[in-house]
């Protein structure tokens, strides 16, 4: 796909999220005055593909009375969003990204919520020959050397940004008809290379999610540092944004990093893949 179709792309999707996420602050029931009815929160795809989204979102509106309204978009625009002051509380999956966020004084505080890992699907076939292997780096060497088709998200997401940096890592710049950026979410980028037989980035749930749409195969899947896939929740400063509903938005944190919550993202899975997604992170382990 042409770089120029994929930016027109993003420019159009950007201005679209920012009147979303501004028409969703003005609402009434976002209005500060007697407490927030809904929380703005901008968040990866990827949680919201597979389905976990819902059922936090549908727990915290019962315990709570407060609706959560969802701009799902990757990582880098809903942290965007957050520089902006276009959302209440963050729920991505850039460490990076995240650093920054904290360190230019837009977010107060960074929990690590779940996690997870990226694996790399392709072709049974496997021309590139990564099939079992663990070093990212090498993956990607091979992926760049072997030019088989390989479709990426190109959207800025944290996923997108990880496989960027695993490029960088293997000395290669990809580049050429081989190379396919969607700039769309996971389940669209699958179906794309799916439809092309190539090989792709994915998380995990998303995986898991979309088993059985596609012929692709599982080449890689790795305990390996290189391919974990850690979601935090941030919260901004009050100080940067006060009209933002920082209380609900602690609410919002708690209920996932210490409250029902927690549960949910520790048992979901189980009775759809007969395995959780997510693990929790080793501090927010219940003590046995």
């Known amino acids: 796909m042409g770089t120029t179709n994929t930016g027109v792309r993003r420019i159009v999707r950007a201005l679209g999220i920012g009147i979303a996420a501004a028409a969703l602050l003005a609402a009434p029931g976002c209005r500060k005055e007697g407490g927030p009815q809904r929380l703005v929160l901008a968040t990866t795809t990827s949680v919201r593909d597979c389905g976990l989204l819902d059922a936090l979102a549908a727990e915290f509106t019962k315990e709570t009375g407060i609706t959560v309204a969802p701009i799902a978009v990757g990582s880098g625009e809903a942290m965007r969003m957050g520089r902006d002051g276009n959302a209440d509380?963050?729920?991505?999956?850039d460490p990076a990204g995240e650093r920054k966020?904290?360190?230019?004084?837009?977010?107060?505080?960074?929990?690590e919520l779940m996690r997870s890992r990226f694996l790399v699907v392709g072709p049974a076939s496997d021309p590139a020959g990564i099939r079992g292997l663990s070093d990212a780096a090498e993956v990607f060497r091979r992926l760049a050397e072997g030019k088989a088709p390989?479709?990426?998200?190109?959207?800025?997401?944290?996923?997108?940004?990880?496989?960027k940096r695993l490029w960088e890592a293997a000395g290669a710049a990809p580049a050429g008809d081989w190379y396919v950026s969607t700039g769309s979410g996971m389940i669209q980028t699958l179906r794309v290379a799916n439809e092309k037989q190539g090989y792709c980035l994915v998380d995990l749930a998303?995986?898991?999610?979309?088993?059985?749409?596609?012929?692709?195969?599982?080449?890689?899947?790795?305990?390996?540092?290189?391919?974990?896939?850690?979601?935090?929740?941030?919260?901004?400063?009050?100080?940067?944004?006060?009209?933002?509903?920082?209380?609900?938005?602690?609410?919002?944190?708690?209920?996932?990093?210490?409250?029902?919550?927690?549960?949910?993202?520790?048992?979901?899975?189980?009775?759809?893949?007969?395995?959780?997604?997510?693990?929790?992170?080793?501090?927010?382990?219940?003590?046995?």
Do not use: M, Q
């Open 206 to 288: 998303t995986a898991l999610k979309a088993r059985g749409e596609a012929e692709l195969e599982t080449l890689v899947d790795s305990d390996d540092v290189a391919w974990a896939n850690l979601y935090s929740v941030l919260l901004l400063c009050p100080a940067k944004f006060p009209s933002l509903h920082h209380d609900a938005a602690r609410r919002f944190a708690d209920f996932l990093s210490t409250g029902a919550g927690r549960g949910l993202i520790e048992s979901f899975g189980r009775a759809e893949h007969g395995r959780p997604v997510f693990e929790l992170p080793p501090a927010a382990a219940p003590a046995p």
């Open 150 to 163: 390989f479709v990426s998200r190109g959207d800025d997401s944290g996923t997108h940004r990880l496989e």
């Open 101 to 111: 966020l904290l360190d230019d004084g837009i977010a107060c505080e960074d929990r």
């Open 89 to 93: 509380v963050l729920l991505v999956h």
